[in-house]
């Protein structure tokens, strides 16, 4: 498992002391290019942990040969002690008709949780988008886990999960790593949301998340460490 230094930053609220805490974790999002870079290279990491982890890697292989899009969430950091919270910076990225994987667009993923908790965790987390459904899914404003009837989702690991949409094939597949033990649920109620920022950084211009990965609009050629990553994956996937 690959080891990272740099880690998003987080707080955690309570509202009151009542009811459920909303998704008050807040990552902290870099302004410049470079800042952007070390995520990237991160990913790339994770991708190659992600294809030589055993029994997680013939998965892996089996769902990116038919995906049509891949998330990749290097470090989610998740705290609890009563109320938990997770947040972390992800990586999206499609292949054309060609077979050729676009340049990464940036996003946040942020959820919080109540509960009787008592943890601390860090972990890494790529999706599998398998259908274009799925694919839009995503590239809309925010994408939350067991609550968007626009695509079903499930995840497979050390337990199992399953969302509102039972049964029959999903859109989008999501595989975990993780280091420590946490208490508490997994991706339930997590938000993903563009990184509008980070992708104006990275990419010198304004762009949405449509632009990098279904038009194909930009490039930034740091960006090849992650891609190279992904076409390496999918020969071990042949």
């Known amino acids: 498992m690959p080891s990272f230094s740099r880690f998003p930053t987080k707080t955690l609220c309570a509202l009151g002391g009542i009811t459920i805490l909303g998704a008050c974790s807040s990552t902290s999002s870099a302004t410049t290019a470079s800042e952007q870079q070390p995520l990237v290279e991160q990913a790339a990491s994770s991708v190659k942990s992600f294809f030589s982890n055993g029994n997680q890697a013939q998965r892996a292989a089996k ?18 002690l ?7 910076r992800c990586t999206l990225l499609s292949r054309d008709a060609r077979g050729s994987w676009s340049d990464p667009a940036f996003y946040t993923i942020s959820s919080g949780t109540f509960g009787l908790q008592l943890g601390y965790q860090h972990s890494q987390l790529m999706l599998f988008i398998t259908s274009k459904r799925g694919v839009q899914a995503l590239l809309d404003h925010q994408f939350t886990f067991d609550a968007n009837a626009s695509a079903s989702f499930t995840s497979f690991g050390g337990s199992a999960q399953s969302s509102h949409v039972s049964g029959g094939k999903h859109d ?29 950084a990275y990419y010198q211009q ?7 990965v279904v038009n194909m609009r930009v490039n930034n050629p740091s960006a090849d460490v992650l891609r190279r990553a992904l076409m390496k994956a999918e020969k071990k996937a042949q």
């Open 82 to 88: 009563i109320f938990g919270g997770s947040s972390g």
């Open 206 to 212: 304004y762009v949405g998340p449509e632009d990098i």
């Open 63 to 80: 769902l990116l040969k038919k995906s049509h899009a891949v998330m990749v969430c290097p470090s989610i950091s998740n705290m609890s």
């Open 172 to 200: 989008i597949y999501a595989l975990q790593q993780a280091n420590g033990v946490f208490a508490g649920g997994a991706l339930g109620g997590s938000k993903l949301s563009a990184d509008s920022a980070a992708n104006r």
